[in-house]
């Protein structure tokens, strides 16, 4: 298995075969992942993980991936880097080129990590930005294809901020054959030139409907996400007053179709985007694509970092 690219910093970039390349070692390792018996394919190898944001999920399901794979991780943060501080974006790159093999980044600004993979001659992966979370969605579509048998000719439905999980839906939607919808108030869905620049790029099946009774009619999935991210909080309660009418409950998931997923990238806010009898209930499957972070980020370090066999 190979991929064309050496770094994984937006979906966008993937054609669809190489996205499912990704997605069939993902569904190999899994198993053999949850029964030790996973083969250690690069054994020495190291990942700096570098953050500038905190994270549960984020950094566990990396480091337990690399771990499963041989490898070991380095935690970094700010302090100990500055990067466009105390030091320039090209020189860190280069430097820890010559100490890591690959580089995972979660912040704030994507395009940090794009200069960063400009430089740097190990493969840099997207952990996160106010922009997009890569990682986060092609887990999602994997536990989807887990539970549902495939992806295609699904209606995904995001209830919520255009944020950086939902422009990566709309990246998704460019290169697989489903049925992606935001529902956002007006001024809050995903800004129009990055719809422009995604539809340059393929030719996603997208809508925005504001009214989140009539967009989720009819859902496959239905996923949400806090109203206010990380580096929001000084507008959180004004966002919770705006979006008061966007919280997935039991009565917004009564129109969705009757064997429909719900879905959060999580940490969630229970009591505001979404309710515990929704979050808990039986349509749920927040904790599987929670579990599926570390087996799809796992399979696309496999791909990237240069093993022993490849």
Known sequence: MKLNRKDFLSIRDFSRDELETILALCEKQKPLAR?????????????????????????????????????????ITDREIGIGSREAPKDVANVLSRYVDGIMIRTFDQGLVEALAEHATVPIINGLTDLLHPCQVLGDIFTIIEHRGSIDGKKIVFIGDGNNVARSWLNAAARFPFSFVLSAPAGYEIDASFVEEVQGHGSPDYRWIQDPLEAVTGADVVYTDVWAS??????????????????????????????????????????????????????????DEAENRTHIQRAIMALLIQGENN
């Not at 250690?40 to 991936?65: N, Q, W, Y």
């Not at 917004?252 to 985007?273: T, Y």
Request: net charge negative; hydrophobic share 35%.
């Open 35 to 75: 029964e030790h018996r996973l083969e250690p394919t690069h054994p020495g190898r190291v990942l700096a993980c570098i953050f500038h944001k905190p994270s549960l999920r984020t950094r566990i399901s990396f480091e337990v991936a690399i771990r499963q794979l041989g490898g070991s991780s380095l935690y």
């Open 230 to 287: 990380m580096g929001q909080e000084d507008v959180k309660e004004a966002r919770g007053r705006i979006f008061a009418g966007y919280q997935v409950n039991e009565q917004l998931m009564s129109r969705a179709n009757g064997d429909c997923l719900f879905m959060h990238c999580l940490p969630a806010h229970r009591g505001d985007e979404v309710t515990d009898g929704v979050i808990d209930g039986p349509h749920s499957v927040v904790f």
